[in-house]
């Protein structure tokens, strides 16, 4: 059969609607997407239905590994729908904030001060959700800096300042980032009553050109002090700091600080006693060997004379015994008198402790050697009320601060790899190269807690020059200051009430 | 779409107004950055902000597909669909990248981030390669035709193919049509053999200058041609099978080697042949190109079997995450 095709039959060869078939192409391409649908709303159902677990897949990344334990439970520090931040941009919308007590129920987060005008919310300086590694307490400088930029505007002035002007306007740790030099190197000077000679103690075998040679050997103090001070030339006596200045490496005794932060405080007992005994006479003052008779340390004159003149007393009824058993009328009987013994006695007693007194306190022996001493007394209640001295000669505090930066952490345990006069060089009679130290102290009123000019040696930013380095070190605030109550250790700063295991893990209030 | 310089003018205002609004975003980040002391994060203003933009970008990039598949829904052109779509697709990522604060996050929002790059990166593929490959199409596929309709025009082919057979060799022995058997090829079977006045309709591809048209031609059949059954043998073992599938195994589907094989069948057959074979050959060319154009054709839409399931994904997940980022921001 022949076929004759003409054009048009030619051309409606394909089916005028070959377009409505979709191709090959097309239908997997339709396939996949119903099947990317499924897997995705499938993923997200299985996901609710783990519950909290199925949480941690929507999380914004995981939390630090001190929160660890409540990352899959969000609402134990969010709650829905609101931020977690109070100063969130979205606060003005929602108006609603309670995230800060979910924090609280573990953290009391005391106040950082109370010239604080606008706290920041918890969330607003702690930031989660930045890994197991991150650090929550390591924060930006910002933080702390849009307030000590410019703290006229962030803190309300109606208390007590106390914050020198110098401090009023911080970006960093630097004098040119207005952070002045340390509080201490003001304040303590003046209110410090301790005598105390860094160079002749820290002299080689006590050697000094304005005190001469003490020749102070080891058999002048005790054998149990020996060992402790025998670090000199044979014989002689040679301090050093660690004689005196132990690490408090236990922890607890500054309040919660942490081990190896400050030295422990010297006390006359353990560093003083040993060479500066509070001798007032032998024992036995025909035997120049039988040892010194000393007054405790720690009280005051008034006390002192009264163990004095217990002592003297024994001393002198010692074979008098007899004296006690008499008695001794409430007062003396018409033309009768005390006794010659008795009269005798007493200006023997009154004579040995005055001049015990003479050696321990009234000179600059002794007591004199190391304290201050200031009138004590009291104002009496009349109108104008009067100053009555009581005592002369009372022994004024030290003062010596225990930790010396009140607003700052510091660790010596951190800075063990550093020599203690790197930081701490006018302690010392002698330079590092041994030639005398022109600067070494002398009297108390110099204040060897170096200032701020030490510390940026390490903490600034790193240079180098002609090959040396400085810097390098953390200088960030955080590094050594705390918002949240001072600079105590975290039970002394943090106190929270404690929870059973089960509402801790579900961070839920402890039922009474 | 082409981008390309005779429609770069339309293109031109997207480009300027992307170009604007990444470097704003940019600035605006940057300067957080600056201030904060750290990239600022997804609920911070400037974060937000540009996740929202990114968010209704992709909202609005989806929204392609619901313009496509109801072609009577008339808002706006379709072109300038595509022109948003491309533009915007690429703003989205500055935009979203920027909604990270360069954080990956949680599992979520990693593969969030991961969807979003691959399918940005599947688009820019497929754009890439509707600039090249129509082209190549245009310049060396002359005999381009439907897609869906290849496999269909090649039965047509092979029907056509035989009928010259027939009208040259003559019925076979048995005279079987090797045509499969299909509703739309029985007007093409069962060919008792052309008589003399009888025409073939061949497809050829006509050629004037640089313009290439498909042109179909008339000829006469080549009425049993003596010693023409090389022809037929070579017809059935080598022509039809290639006509039909085009087999790149198949010696006649590399151009050399077709032509060839082609010259060889020349000196095989008479003079009187030569017309029939030349329409042999013609339809094996016409088919090569159609090889082609399927191959690539195949590569000018396989990207879209990632780009369009990973785009329902990425919208599904995107929706879920706006849900939780809500609820515990």
């Known amino acids: 059969m022949a076929v004759h095709e003409t054009g048009k039959q030619r051309a409606i060869r394909i089916p005028l609607d070959y377009y409505k078939q979709p191709t090959w192409l097309e239908y997997l391409k339709d396939r996949l997407g119903g099947l990317a649908l499924l897997v995705s709303v499938g993923w997200l159902a299985i996901e609710m239905c783990r519950g909290d677990v199925g949480n941690m897949t929507y999380s914004r990344g995981p939390v630090a590994n001190v929160h660890q334990t409540w990352e899959a439970n969000c609402t134990a520090c969010h709650e829905p729908f609101t931020p977690i931040q109070k100063d969130h941009w979205a606060m003005d919308w929602i108006g609603w904030f309670n995230a800060d007590?979910?924090?609280?129920?573990?953290?009391?987060?005391?106040?950082?001060?109370?010239?604080?005008?606008?706290?920041?919310?918890?969330?607003?300086?702690?930031?989660?959700?930045?890994?197991?590694?991150?650090?929550?307490?390591?924060?930006?400088?910002?933080?702390?800096?849009?307030?000590?930029?410019?703290?006229?505007?962030?803190?309300?002035?109606?208390?007590?300042?106390?914050?020198?002007?110098?401090?009023?306007?911080?970006?960093?740790?630097?004098?040119?980032?207005?952070?002045?030099?340390?509080?201490?190197?003001?304040?303590?000077?003046?209110?410090?009553?301790?005598?105390?000679?860094?160079?002749?103690?820290?002299?080689?075998?006590?050697?000094?050109?304005?005190?001469?040679?003490?020749?102070?050997?080891?058999?002048?103090?005790?054998?149990?002090?020996?060992?402790?001070?025998?670090?000199?030339?044979?014989?002689?006596?040679?301090?050093?700091?660690?004689?005196?200045?132990?690490l408090d490496s236990q922890g607890g005794y500054f309040g919660g600080r942490t081990a190896g932060d400050y030295m422990l405080p010297v006390r006359y007992q353990a560093h003083c006693q040993a060479c500066h005994p509070l001798t007032y006479e032998r024992k036995d003052n025909n035997d120049a060997n039988s040892g010194p008779l000393a007054v405790p340390h720690?009280?005051?004159?008034?006390?002192?004379?009264?163990?004095?003149?217990?002592?003297?007393?024994?001393?002198?009824?010692?074979?008098?015994?007899?004296?006690?058993?008499?008695?001794?009328?409430?007062?003396?009987?018409?033309?009768?008198?005390?006794?010659?013994?008795?009269?005798?006695?007493?200006?023997?007693?009154?004579?040995?402790?005055?001049?015990?007194?003479?050696?321990?306190?009234?000179?600059?022996?002794?007591?004199?050697?190391?304290?201050?001493?200031?009138?004590?007394?009291?104002?009496?209640?009349?109108?104008?009320?009067?100053?009555?001295?009581?005592?002369?000669?009372?022994?004024?505090?030290?003062?010596?601060?225990?930790?010396?930066?009140?607003?700052?952490?510091?660790?010596?345990?951190?800075?063990?790899?550093?020599?203690?006069?790197?930081?701490?060089?006018?302690?010392?009679?002698?330079?590092?190269?041994?030639?005398?130290?022109?600067?070494?102290?002398?009297?108390?009123?110099?204040i060897l807690i170096p200032g701020m000019d030490i510390c940026v040696k390490c903490h600034a930013p790193q240079t180098k020059s002609g090959g040396a380095v400085t810097g390098g070190a953390r200088f960030d605030c955080t590094e050594c200051h705390r918002y949240h109550g001072g600079n105590l250790g975290a039970s002394q700063r943090d106190p929270v009430p404690r929870r059973g295991i089960d509402a801790f893990l579900n961070n839920q209030k402890q039922e009474p | 779409m082409i981008l390309n310089r005779g429609n770069w003018p339309s293109h031109r205002p997207w480009l300027i107004g992307c170009l604007l609004a990444t470097a704003a975003a940019s600035a605006w980040i940057i300067s957080a950055r600056v201030g904060g002391g750290e990239w600022p994060s997804g609920s911070s203003v400037p974060g937000f902000?540009?996740?929202?933009?990114?968010?209704?970008?992709?909202?609005?990039?989806?929204?392609?597909?619901?313009?496509?598949?109801?072609?009577?829904?008339?808002?706006?052109?379709?072109?300038?669909?595509?022109?948003?779509?491309?533009?915007?697709?690429?703003?989205?990522?500055?935009?979203?990248?920027?909604?990270?604060?360069?954080?990956?996050?949680?599992?979520?929002?990693?593969v969030l981030l991961i969807l979003l790059l691959v399918v940005v990166a599947s688009g820019i593929w497929g754009l890439a390669l509707q600039h090249w490959l129509p082209r190549q199409m245009l310049d060396e596929l002359p005999a381009e035709t439907i897609?869906?309709?290849?496999?269909?025009?090649?039965?047509?082919?092979?029907?056509?193919?035989?009928?010259?057979?027939?009208?040259?060799?003559?019925?076979?022995?048995?005279?079987?049509?090797?045509?499969?058997?299909?509703?739309?090829?029985?007007?093409?079977?069962?060919?008792?053999?052309?008589?003399?006045?009888?025409?073939?309709?061949?497809?050829?591809?006509?050629?004037?200058?640089?313009?290439?048209?498909?042109?179909?031609?008339?000829?006469?059949?080549?009425?049993?041609?003596?010693?023409?059954?090389?022809?037929?043998?070579?017809?059935?073992?080598?022509?039809?099978?290639?006509?039909?599938?085009?087999?790149?195994?198949?010696?006649?589907?590399?151009?050399?080697?077709?032509?060839?094989?082609?010259?060889?069948?020349?000196?095989?057959?008479?003079?009187?042949?030569?017309?029939?074979?030349?329409?042999?050959?013609?339809?094996c060319s016409q088919r090569w190109q159609w090889a082609q154009q399927a191959r690539l054709h195949f590569w000018l839409h396989n990207w879209l079997w990632i780009h369009f399931p990973l785009s329902v994904a990425l919208l599904v997940l995107m929706v879920a995450h706006v849900w939780v980022a809500l609820k515990y921001w």
């Open chain 2, 147 to 283: 897609y869906s309709q290849i496999e269909h025009l090649s039965g047509l082919l092979v029907a056509e193919a035989e009928r010259v057979v027939r009208a040259t060799c003559g019925p076979a022995p048995g005279d079987v049509s090797i045509l499969p058997k299909s509703p739309r090829l029985r007007e093409y079977g069962n060919v008792a053999g052309p008589s003399a006045e009888d025409h073939i309709v061949v497809g050829a591809v006509r050629t004037v200058g640089r313009l290439q048209g498909k042109v179909v031609q008339a000829q006469s059949a080549s009425n049993n041609v003596a010693d023409a059954e090389p022809l037929r043998t070579f017809f059935c073992a080598t022509v039809a099978p290639f006509l039909r599938s085009a087999d790149p195994g198949s010696p006649l589907h590399h151009p050399t080697k077709r032509k060839a094989a082609f010259e060889s069948m020349r000196t095989k057959l008479p003079s009187a042949a030569h017309p029939s074979l030349n329409i042999l050959e013609e339809s």
């Open chain 2, 49 to 110: 902000i540009c996740g929202a933009a990114g968010g209704l970008i992709i909202i609005f990039e989806c929204l392609l597909w619901l313009r496509k598949k109801v072609r009577v829904w008339r808002v706006g052109r379709a072109q300038a669909w595509m022109r948003a779509h491309i533009w915007l697709g690429l703003l989205c990522v500055p935009l979203l990248v920027y909604h990270t604060g360069f954080r990956m996050g949680g599992t979520l929002s990693t």
């Open chain 1, 101 to 246: 007590q979910k924090c609280q129920a573990c953290h009391a987060g005391p106040k950082h001060h109370a010239n604080e005008k606008t706290p920041p919310s918890c969330a607003a300086c702690h930031r989660e959700h930045g890994g197991r590694d991150a650090s929550l307490v390591r924060l930006d400088d910002r933080d702390c800096t849009q307030c000590h930029a410019d703290l006229g505007a962030g803190a309300t002035f109606g208390a007590k300042v106390r914050t020198p002007a110098d401090m009023y306007h911080i970006r960093g740790f630097s004098t040119a980032a207005g952070h002045g030099d340390f509080q201490h190197l003001k304040e303590t000077p003046q209110y410090q009553k301790l005598r105390f000679n860094h160079k002749l103690h820290m002299a080689p075998d006590l050697i000094t050109p304005e005190n001469g040679d003490p020749h102070f050997t080891l058999d002048k103090i005790s054998e149990f002090d020996r060992l402790q001070f025998d670090k000199g030339r044979f014989g002689y006596i040679q301090l050093e700091c660690a004689s005196c200045h132990q």
């Open chain 1, 298 to 446: 720690g009280i005051q004159p008034r006390e002192i004379r009264q163990i004095l003149q217990g002592v003297y007393t024994a001393k002198a009824f010692k074979d008098e015994w007899s004296v006690f058993e008499r008695k001794v009328p409430a007062r003396p009987l018409p033309g009768k008198q005390l006794g010659d013994d008795g009269a005798k006695a007493g200006k023997l007693i009154g004579d040995k402790v005055a001049a015990a007194e003479k050696n321990l306190y009234l000179g600059k022996k002794t007591c004199g050697e190391c304290h201050y001493y200031e009138p004590a007394g009291h104002m009496t209640d009349t109108k104008p009320p009067v100053w009555v001295v009581e005592d002369l000669h009372f022994i004024a505090r030290t003062n010596v601060p225990q930790v010396w930066f009140q607003h700052a952490r510091f660790n010596h345990a951190a800075h063990r790899g550093v020599e203690c006069r790197s930081c701490h060089a006018n302690a010392y009679a002698r330079l590092e190269d041994k030639t005398a130290n022109g600067m070494a102290s002398r009297v108390s009123d110099d």
